[in-house]
């Protein structure tokens, strides 16, 4: 994907189809269900919520979908055991495209998010 100067997320969005762009949806979905006050803005030319400060970002590659923000230590020791399936890095969960979009553990994961940036 070539770097372009997005606006929107919905701008991101229409470079994709097929699976990438309905786990995107999904995707995005259950953060405005979960944090209805986040504020959708792109940063780093990628999707990120707002929240009290960075709630989380997402991106897509073409093996996987990313979540991402620079995690705290407190996040990594809760979802350690969640987590063992996925690649990692300090700041971003691969989630393949060849395995079952893991909503519940989506879910849980911008809970968390949430009340971290609420405290």
């Known amino acids: 994907m070539a770097k372009t100067n ?3 997320i919905d701008e991101y969005h229409q470079v994709f189809s097929g699976e990438t762009l309905e786990r995107m949806q999904t995707i995005r979905k259950i953060i405005n ?3 209805p006050d986040a504020k959708e803005i792109i940063s ?14 997402y991106s897509a590659y073409p093996n996987h979908i990313s979540l991402s923000n620079p995690f705290t230590l407190d996040f990594w020791e809760h979802f350690k055991a969640d987590l063992e399936e996925y690649k990692t890095s ?7 495209a060849n395995r079952p979009l893991p909503v519940q553990l989506i879910k849980e994961i ?3 998010r949430k009340k ?3 405290k």
């Open 6 to 8: 997005y606006k929107t």
């Open 33 to 35: 269900e979960i944090v």
């Open 44 to 57: 780093y030319q990628i999707p990120c919520f707002k929240y009290n400060g960075y709630l989380i970002f």
């Open 90 to 96: 300090k700041s971003a969960i691969q989630l393949p």
């Open 110 to 112: 911008v809970a968390f």
């Open 116 to 118: 971290e940036n609420e």
